[in-house]
């Protein structure tokens, strides 16, 4: 396995190839504006890896997003080698990152497996999860639901209609609390910059009176839905949060045929325990961390 880096050029022809996470194509380098673009190649010129890095910091590189445009920041590795390949190309890439940038502070994906490599190179991870709802063709996804999210969906539709609204519609300083406004921007430049080049999906509900009462904004990335941003009116608006997003996974399903639905999880137990009531399963995933320098930089580190 041989991992380097590559120039912004170098990515777009490469990537446009393969099969990548949103978060590994050159459109995520392009929205971050600056990042180490890893790629492992195996027997010659085959690329079997490949890590979009975002970078934060002028004087000391550190390999982290500066705001939260994209949900993950995962390697894609290719899922047809076997397991012990797949260890060796996350090892190779990660020995690459680390010897270019001082730090790392990345979230990985649900899907990724390939943590024992992590560790192997000296990062240590966090436990972070989502809620997944898997999506079966010809299945109705809506039999998982719970008898309190149904109730909420049919109270919801008696007043409200869902529709399908521009990217540049959607109120991300709604759905972004609790962030100064230079992150509102950048996340809301960034969002409609995907919706340019990537699926996405925006739904607003709208009341009798022509009010908007919430709004979804979803991604799609490799099969995956992704509930990026929302938010809603919390005064006398019952059931819409489960409305907008009953109706953003059927549109998952209809157009783009997803087979999964991302609700990007939430460490607020409330939050958590709406998003399982659409029978959306914990699935956790690392957050990796490492620096040149200090405890989390030995192996042994990640075992406490």
């Known amino acids: ?34 990042t180490l673009d890893v790629v492992c190649f195996r027997r010659g010129d085959t690329p079997v890896g490949v890590w979009v890095c975002p970078l934060d910091g002028a004087d000391t590189p550190a390999a982290r997003r500066p705001y939260r445009l994209l949900p993950y920041a995962s390697p894609w590795v290719d899922p047809r080698l076997h397991p012990i390949d797949r260890h060796r190309v996350v090892a190779s890439m990660t020995a690459t990152l680390m010897a270019h940038a001082e730090s790392v502070e990345l979230p990985m994906d649900p899907r990724f497996g390939e943590v024992a490599a992590l560790f192997e190179a000296g990062a240590v991870a966090l436990c972070r999860h989502t809620r997944m709802l898997d999506l079966e063709p010809g299945h109705d996804f809506r039999s998982a639901y719970t008898s309190t999210v149904r109730n909420h969906v049919r109270a919801a539709e008696k007043k ?6 521009k990217p540049e519609e959607f109120d991300f300083s709604r759905a972004i609390v609790g962030q100064d406004e230079a992150a509102v921007a950048a996340r809301r430049a960034s969002g409609i910059a995907v919706s340019r080049e990537n699926a996405t999906l925006c739904l607003a509900a709208v009341d009798e009176g022509e009010v908007c009462r919430g709004q979804v904004f979803v991604l799609g990335s490799a099969g995956t839905a992704i509930l990026m941003h929302s938010w809603f009116d919390r005064s006398g608006t019952r059931g819409v949060p ?55 930089s030995s192996p042994a580190a990640a075992f406490g």
């Open 1 to 34: 396995m041989r991992s380097t880096v590559l120039h912004e050029d170098g990515l777009s022809g490469l990537t446009h190839t393969l099969p990548v996470q949103l978060w590994n194509s050159a459109l995520a380098a392009k929205v971050y504006g600056r």
């Open 160 to 165: 409200h209609t869902v529709e399908r609204v």
């Open 242 to 296: 489960s409305l907008l997003v009953d109706r953003a996974i059927g549109a998952a399903v209809g157009e783009w045929e997803a087979t999964a639905f991302d609700f990007e999880g939430s460490v607020i137990p409330g939050i958590d325990q709406f998003m399982a009531g659409f029978g959306a399963r914990a699935a956790a995933y690392p957050h990796i961390q490492w620096q040149r320098s200090g405890p989390s």
